[in-house]
């Protein structure tokens, strides 16, 4: 090619080329990180890449997930047009059609089977906006009390116990910038390394500040890598442990009297019962040296600081509530809330796992934390509704549970809004097997998920690059999503599609948005005196402001960054503390002949939840395309297990197949594997149906299994 060539393509090359920037924000975790889509056309051809961008959070950081989240709204296998099936086969038809249909089902099934026989099963993947409305779409639209969400297999213990001992729960008592101050962080069944990566340097700083850090989890982990103790605990026995704790710190007393006598009662009922036991037996039951009890408890109890945080390796237990509870018993007698550097976190899951769980999408809840069994709470919200509130249906019932009046034929229909049961479910072949028994299944979804795939009808939703709307991060910061995109195909946001099947029930005068933020208007008003009180944000503040803390109850308040510095927000204004018994109330699996090894389940840092977004992308599944079995080398070499290969795992309920990863970062009794994967790798096929009893969380971290090489 001559020089003249090349010059006229460069120049044209040049010429038609353009770059478009789009802000928005990572669709996965709880992070939330703020984040920049940047398109360039090159000729005919548009390219992506995805980079960070400034914010209080995540202060410009992203994970290889943020990085690389562009890629499944780009893929091609997205759902873009409703599709009905047929004979077994799913068929593409128009959105009259769709809507058309579902009238027709809703319609037979509330004549046949009644009101309650419809469901909503929603997420907190979705906007602050889109989980409002598919609250009030249950209650006002269908008039069902069958709503929950996925949050219920996330975030319900900790919900409940802070609810229970503060009588609030927003997952972080401070805001993530007092990390870095604090003397002594105890991170209790947290992964945040590969779960939350960007907020790693602030306990980073910490530990370049001298923070002593404590982690407690069965396996190590780049967690636990950064502790200076890590308590390599049984599975499903942080609430002795944490029993443990409060013995050591009664005995040598290190008990912070002023604070408890002043801000708590059940102290005396804590003591009583912590007395009666010994550390020997609290050793055995954890599998945690005396040793390594005693400098925890003393580390966290003498220094001026200190900060406890707790997520799915202490809550996803059938004692979850009360095992959260113990280690805010401890965070309480020690002294550490409600003052600078001090406080406590759940660290939050999913993107909007926070704002989710506040504005009516439980089975109990109605917006702004309110209850919807409270006649107050009732009255409040049928008001902004403009309803009688003798007409709001009362609650209905766990997320779990739902599968079992479905299997009993009490729930015959279903719409599935931007969640997976069938691989995120404990007892997963019980809930494939209900799913079949419905007569209308309705999956609003990105893909054509393995649950998508029982539907009858399959609705193309937006994706994060598409959909406006807010999300309330890991700090309890309403943050706002700007739509980066139209959406793809005929697909629609979900707030859209939710208005759209209201309008042909005929109840459009209740769904009257034209935009994401007319929903948030109505959410503040909703929210308003409530717990979670949203009132004094507004979309305009939250781009000026970069995002503001709730609770916020004027439109001049300036958010909340530290909760329970006077008091608690019980009734009386004190924390609740209650005596937790070292075993649960309902036994655990224990491990047998049968099924001789703990099998406990969690995360990797490639992949998000059920994998139907991650295993999408190109870039994060060539990290890990397959699931594992991580296994220590003596428990391999007992069970004859080579390294590299295929293992079936089975409990007393179903069987996979994965692939072994031997390791000496797991306890010898316990084997992990990652429930990322479907099929034949779908983990959930082993784990149990036991839920806790108070806030229904399953027993994700414990079951029991046996292994055997193929
Ligand atoms: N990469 C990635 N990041 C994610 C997600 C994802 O799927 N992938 N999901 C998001 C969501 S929705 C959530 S909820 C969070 C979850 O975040 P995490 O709760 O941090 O994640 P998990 O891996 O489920 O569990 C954390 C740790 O608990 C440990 N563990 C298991 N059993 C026990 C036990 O009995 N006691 C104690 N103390 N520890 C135990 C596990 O070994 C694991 O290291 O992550 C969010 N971020
Ligand atoms: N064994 C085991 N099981 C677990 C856990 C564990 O630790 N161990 N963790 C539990 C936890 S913490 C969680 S949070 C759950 C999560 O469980 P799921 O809710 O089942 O998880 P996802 O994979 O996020 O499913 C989201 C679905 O919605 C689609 N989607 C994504 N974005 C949108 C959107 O904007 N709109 C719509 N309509 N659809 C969208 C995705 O394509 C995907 O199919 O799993 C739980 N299950
Ligand atoms: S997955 Fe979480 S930490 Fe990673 S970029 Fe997304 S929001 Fe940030
Ligand atoms: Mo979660």
New binding site residues.
Partial sequence: MTDLLLKYFRTKQQEVQSEKVYDTQCP???MQCKMQLIEQSVVSRKTYKTIGKDNPTSQGRLCI?GMNAHQHPFHQDRVLHPLLKVDGEFVRISWEEALQYIKKQVEEIQAVDGHEALSIYGS?SITNEEAYILGKFARVGLKTPYIDYNGRL??SAAATAANQTFGLDRGLTNSLKEIPSTRVIIL?????A???PTIMPYFEKAKENGAYIIA????E?P?TQLADLHLK??????AALANGFLKVIIDENLVDEDFVNERATGFEEVKDYVQSLSLDEISDLTGVPIEQIRTAATKFASEESGMLFT????E??IDGTVAVRNFLNFVIATGKIGKPYSGYGA????GN?QGAREHGQKADQLPGYRLIENEEHRAHVAKVWGIDKGELPRKGVSAYEMFQKINDGEITGMFLVCSNPVVSNPNAIFVKEALKKLKFLVAVDLFVSETAKFADLILPASSYLEDEGTMTNVEGRVTLREASRPCPGEAKNDWQIICEIAKVLGKEKYFPYQKAEDIFNELREASRGGIADYYGITYDRIRKEQGILWPCPEVNHQGTERLFEHSFATPNGKAKLIPVSNTSAIPKEKPCSEYPLYL??????????TGVQTRKSSALAARNFESYLEIHPETAKKYEIDPNSLVAVASKRGKITVRSKISEKIRQDTV?VPF?WAEEQNVNMLVGEDLDPTCKMPG???STVNIRQI
Avoid: W
């Fill in positions: 996965f975790c709880s997930k907190a996330c975030m209790a069944g947290t992964n945040i590969e779960c939350q407690i989890d069965p396996r982990t967690t605990v049984k599975p499903g026995m942080d997520a799915r390796g202490v996803q237990q660290i939050t899951g999913q796992g406990t389940t969690g995360r990797i840092m490639s992949h998000y939840l992990f990322h994700f971290k414990v």
